[in-house]
């Protein structure tokens, strides 16, 4: 069992919207090493700082849980350390119970933005939660979920720079996205996609990074 998985690599930012399909998590970009919902600063031309550990060799699994719980993903032998990684092999390994790994991230569900939240809104929870799908709700309801792929992909179609991305007060339901059905097998998304709908809320893996950081501290 392993707890790593394959990381996307791109030459350019137009490239790297192709590689997305794959639903990475790190991608390296011209050498760089971006987590998912920071690609978008890859059009300020600058990596950013500590959200990516380069390392010559993996740590133990322990270490390796303690590193990304605290928010940075860990880059060893072109393999990428992630909180979906990890949960994947806590959960094969028998360390978490599948069942209990739902109910304990239900909790950390990405928190609902209005319907006409605008992009830089969305764009700033992502950054500060370490998202990478972020839900806009009416009346409590998930209508439409924005991903990290689709602001990239927006700000190039629109050629913004970073600086202009970071400020756009377009609403983010123009931007595309759809209404999420709900998962027959959330786990299984989670593990396999970039996002999970349970009952009105929305998983991703900052929900399974808050559920590591529980987990740190029993094993």
Known sequence: ????????????????????????????LAGAYYPLHLLHRALGGRPPRGAVRVSSSLPSFRRALSIVSSGVYIVARGRAV???SILRHAVEEGLLPPEAALVRMLPHAVPCLRCNASVKTVVRLMESRGAVAVPLCWQSRVVRVVTAAEILRYALERGLSLRRLLLDRTPASRLGGAEPPPSRDPLADLLERLYAAVGGRLLDVSSVRLLLGELAGEV
């Open 82 to 84: 992630t909180p979906r």
């Open 1 to 28: 069992m392993t707890y790593h998985e394959p990381l996307a690599e791109a030459e350019s930012v137009e490239e790297v919207l192709g590689a997305l399909e794959a639903a990475p998590l790190v991608l390296r």
